[in-house]
């Protein structure tokens, strides 16, 4: 795809951030934020010990790629201190950001690999993170010097990178050897955004390069993408979380050139995404780690145990959030959402179970728990098979990529909570939360968003400000919400799902309620009669390859049971049998009765199945399903049926 520059232009977002916002979570959120910043993010030996890899001399002698840790957790821990929601932050981050600054070579490099090795491997990749994460920490910093440092340091980084790379010279997609240059070419975004902040023009021909090399060396995925003429399964390279990667870059090329075509494919690729990959849980990928167009085969029991990788699904969020704020449209915030409360909470290891796999790899490995699950079950399975992305550090302490860019999942939440809008603010997820913001005329103002939700759809608003202003606030109405009520100070207002425009002159005082709909939906599987080619992942060399594919007849034998934005699963635990298909009492609108029951300490949900034989099966909420990590600890989403359930559309079921 060939960029075109716009003179004098640049990409417009519909949404901002707005400056200088803080919050202070409550419930759930801020359950998950303190369990991050506990025991990750605050935890100094952690980040020297991923600062240290870049101090040796070729720690990743094997190929491997140790040197993507750090700056994949710098960029939740840079989400959680722009959000004000720790004091101590900051200082761990200016440490760390001066111990990687430290370990710069000569030639300007920041790397994990000996001179002999680089640009090899995972090298590029491993240094795109390091420079995302000092960008992302620069608008944070305190101290001027540090900051001019940091900027220097960048530069001489991708000079290092551009000396070596580029037309004439070696090229990009030759330099990693690996998925044919996707993950290379994923250096799209820190090139980018430090051409914004430079405004030198050999990056910005940099990132024109990288895109005009198509992300890969087999095939142009941008360009299939402006086109739309294939799905994302449908490429030859269908590494997920890397593919994502290169698709932010494009957005951010976007904001720096004006030019329609980044816009038009990345938002492209994004609606193809979440037409034939996301899944009900909210992430991407049945098989392993790659787009097998998940939304047909996610009730498959074929898949393997292996599925819905973290590493996907905070990608996808934060490809989600960035959609979000550049078009105003409320689809993919319901996506971000979706994800939100049920693959990422799913994947915290809020237990601190020790990974069972690990137990008898290596005698010499420092065994300490995870703070993430790296693989989400969507059929009948158990969390915990298996570290993604294991590395084994010079210590013998060991990591993985999804333990890092976990955190950036909870840190995003400030980010997609509040927006600003010309006229007004957009309040845009519902986290209990205290909000410091101000008003479109600058005065500050507070708004206190009480709620427990999603564990019910009840949310209070609450706005205190010292003037009257008129201005607009817009709340978001999910597309699930079937039957939405709003009022303003009790005064009732017409809310459908989109965003609720409420204009008027606000005073302190003044209360916004929300209803939204938590009636359980049932949901039957996408079964498609036609061939579809279905991407099944084989190694050929090292790219994938699709293979031709159809989804076997036990897929219409399932459901999957929603209320609200969170996906319920059975446990084994709570009395379901994992091999037994279930016969549900049906109702003459098609679903089955449902009965409510008080949510267990931490769990957000909890619901009764009445089955045809008089029974019950218990259903929870999905991210708090299967912590313990054992056998006897199996869950599923998608429940065994036997007969098939109204097909391809969400039926209201009796609450």
């Known amino acids: 795809m060939i960029v075109q520059r716009q003179t004098n232009a640049s990409g417009q977002d519909a949404f901002a951030r707005p400056a200088g916002a803080r919050f202070c979570y409550r419930g759930v959120t801020a359950k998950a934020m303190e369990f991050v910043l506990r025991e990750q993010l605050l935890c100094r030996p952690l980040w020297r010990r991923f600062a240290r890899q870049f101090h040796e001399p070729d720690a990743d002698f094997d190929g491997g790629w140790r040197g993507e840790y750090w700056g994949k957790m710098m960029m939740g821990a840079c989400y959680l201190c722009e959000a004000g929601v720790s004091d101590e932050l900051y200082g761990v981050l200016e440490e760390t950001v001066r111990d990687i600054l430290a370990a710069q070579r000569p030639g300007g490099a920041i790397t994990t690999y000996a001179e002999h ?11 795109k993170y390091v420079m995302i994460g000092l960008e992302y920490f620069l608008p944070l910093c305190r101290d001027r010097a540090l900051a001019r440092e940091i900027t220097e340091s960048l530069c001489r980084q991708l000079d290092a990178i551009l000396a070596k790379i580029g037309p004439g010279k070696r090229d990009l997609c030759a330099a990693s050897g690996l998925y044919r240059g996707l993950n290379a070419s994923s250096i799209l975004e820190p090139v980018v955004l430090l051409y914004r902040l430079t405004g030198q023009s050999k990056y910005l021909d940099f990132a024109e390069y990288i895109v005009g090399r198509g992300g890969t060396s087999v095939f142009d995925i941008f360009e299939a993408a402006l086109e739309d003429r294939l799905l994302p399964y449908q490429y030859p390279i269908t590494k997920a979380y890397e593919m994502i990667s290169c698709f932010e870059g494009l ?117 300490e728990p995870l703070p993430f699950d790296s693989y989400s079950p969507l059929t009948r399975g158990r969390r915990g098979r298996e570290v993604g992305g294991f590395q084994i550090l010079s210590d013998h302490h060991f990591y993985g990529c999804c333990a890092c860019i976990g955190s950036a999942g909870c840190g995003l939440v400030p980010r997609m909570q509040l927006f600003a809008r010309e006229g007004g603010l957009v309040l845009n997820l519902y986290a ?27 949310v209070a608003v609450t706005l205190q400000m010292e003037q009257p202003e008129r201005f607009t606030l817009w709340l978001r109405v999910p597309a699930w919400s079937a039957s939405t009520c709003a009022d303003v100070n009790g005064e009732r207002v017409c809310a459908q799902a989109g965003y609720l425009p409420l204009t008027r002159l606000w005073r302190g005082g003044d209360c916004v309620r929300l209803s939204l709909d938590m009636r359980v939906r049932c949901l039957a599987p996408a079964v498609y009669e036609q061939d579809i080619l279905h991407t099944h992942m084989v190694w050929e060399l090292d790219y994938m390859v699709p293979v031709c594919d159809r989804p076997g007849p036990q897929l219409a034998r399932h459901a999957a049971f929603l209320r609200g934005p969170l996906a319920l699963a059975a446990q084994q635990r709570t009395g379901w049998i994992p091999k037994r298909p279930l016969a549900l009492r049906q109702m003459p609108d098609g679903g089955p009765p449902v009965r409510e029951l008080p949510a267990a300490p931490g769990r957000l949900a909890a619901v009764a199945l009445a089955l045809a034989d008089g029974g019950e099966v218990v259903l929870t909420d999905y991210a708090g399903a299967g912590k313990f990590w054992e056998e006897d600890d199996q869950i599923a989403v998608w429940l065994p049926v036997e007969a098939p359930v109204a097909q391809g559309k969400e039926v209201e079921s009796i609450c």
Not at 324 to 341: I, K, P, V
Not at 435 to 456: F, K, N, Q, R
Request: hydrophobic fraction near 40%; include cysteine; glycine fraction near 6%.
């Open 117 to 127: 090795h680089e640009l090899s491997g995972w090298d590029v990749w491993c240094r």
């Open 251 to 367: 957005l951010e090329l976007y904001r720096a050139t004006g030019d329609e075509n980044c816009k038009r494919a990345a938002l492209r690729f994004a609606d193809r995404l979440l037409e034939t990959d996301v899944t009900v849980i909210g992430s991407c990928g049945c098989t392993h780690e790659f787009l097998d167009h998940s939304a047909n085969r996610q009730a498959s029991e074929e898949a393997g145990p292996l599925m819905q990788e973290t590493c996907v699904t905070v990608s996808l969020m934060k490809l989600m959030a960035q959609a979000a704020q550049l078009t105003g449209d409320a689809a993919y915030s319901d996506a971000f959402e979706r994800a939100f409360y049920n693959a990422y909470l799913g994947a915290l290891n809020t237990r601190w179970v020790q990974q069972p796999s690990l137990r008898e790899r290596d005698a010499r490995l420092v065994l």
């Open 432 to 458: 209990a939360a205290r909000i410091e913001t101000s008003t479109p005329s600058g005065a500050a103002l507070t708004l206190d968003v009480d709620t427990d939700y999603p564990a019910s759809g009840e």
